[in-house]
T-cell receptor, first 111, second 116 residues
Framework: QKEVEQNSGPLSVPEGAIASLNCTYS??????FFWYRQYSGKSPELIMF????GDKEDGRFTAQLNKASQYVSLLIRDSQPSDSATYLC???????????FGKGTMLLVSP | DAGVIQSPRHEVTEMGQEVTLRCKPI?????LFWYRQTMMRGLELLIY????????DSGMPEDRFSAKMPNASFSTLKIQPSEPRDSAVYFC??????????????FGQGTRLTVV
């Protein structure tokens, strides 16, 4: 069973702080990793994807990948109340082009 | 493009009734996914189509569930008979798959199913 694990939270941070969201995965053959954001009652939307070990930055967001440790993280700098949502980590399964999702971490950014 | 379109947005039905959920993927996309989301289990993949062919249906819970993709622009997920434990939000997603790294899935707005 290929698993993606996330802390359910909620993770509470004050406005302007850095939010750090973490994810581990079990399928060592996984090659691609995605972070989706889901607002309450809405559908998931892609924030970032990462294929290579190391960091990838896009505006206030940085994805970090460590394949040896089977670990993916998402950093949100200068957190805003509008960032309050559930963040879903997703992994492409080896062998198929399907995404396995973690259950998500709820982020709450207080003004 | 209008994105992935699902219908209905909400469905309330009685136990034992047949339910059909519909999805129109983004034009040009060659992969389609049906997911189910609950608080307890999160987002679970039910079935994956590529070029209208079912590739992986290992997530379909049981024989009560069936899915079809008769053409590139339409898919259905049917539950018959429905049970209260089927209550969930069902998402359809599509992607343009051009290699093993490319599966940026775009989600529809979902169908909230309540079986009473």
């Amino acid at each position: 069973q290929k698993e993606v694990e996330q802390n359910s939270g909620p993770l509470s941070v004050p406005e302007g702080a850095i939010a750090s969201l973490n994810c581990t995965y079990s399928d060592r053959g996984s090659q691609s990793f995605f972070w989706y954001r889901q607002y309450s009652g809405k559908s998931p939307e892609l924030i970032m994807f990462i294929y290579s070990n190391g960091d990838k930055e896009d505006g206030r967001f940085t994805a970090q990948l460590n394949k040896a440790s089977q670990y993916v993280s998402l950093l949100i700098r200068d957190s805003q109340p509008s960032d309050s949502a559930t963040y879903l980590c997703a992994v492409i399964n080896s062998g198929y082009s399907t995404l396995t999702f973690g259950k998500g971490t709820m982020l709450l950014v207080s003004p | 493009d209008a994105g992935v379109i699902q219908s209905p947005r909400h469905e309330v039905t009685e136990m034992g009734q047949e339910v059909t959920l519909r999805c129109k993927p983004i034009s040009g996309h060659n992969s389609l996914f049906w997911y189910r989301q609950t608080m307890m289990r999160g987002l679970e993949l039910l079935i994956y189509f590529n070029n209208n062919v079912p590739i992986d249906d290992s997530g379909m819970p049981e024989d009560r569930f069936s899915a079809k993709m008769p053409n590139a622009s339409f898919s259905t997920l049917k539950i018959q008979p429905s049970e209260p434990r089927d209550s969930a939000v069902y998402f359809c997603a599509s992607s343009l798959e051009s290699g093993p790294l490319d599966t940026e899935a775009f989600f529809g707005q979902g169908t909230r199913l309540t079986v009473v």
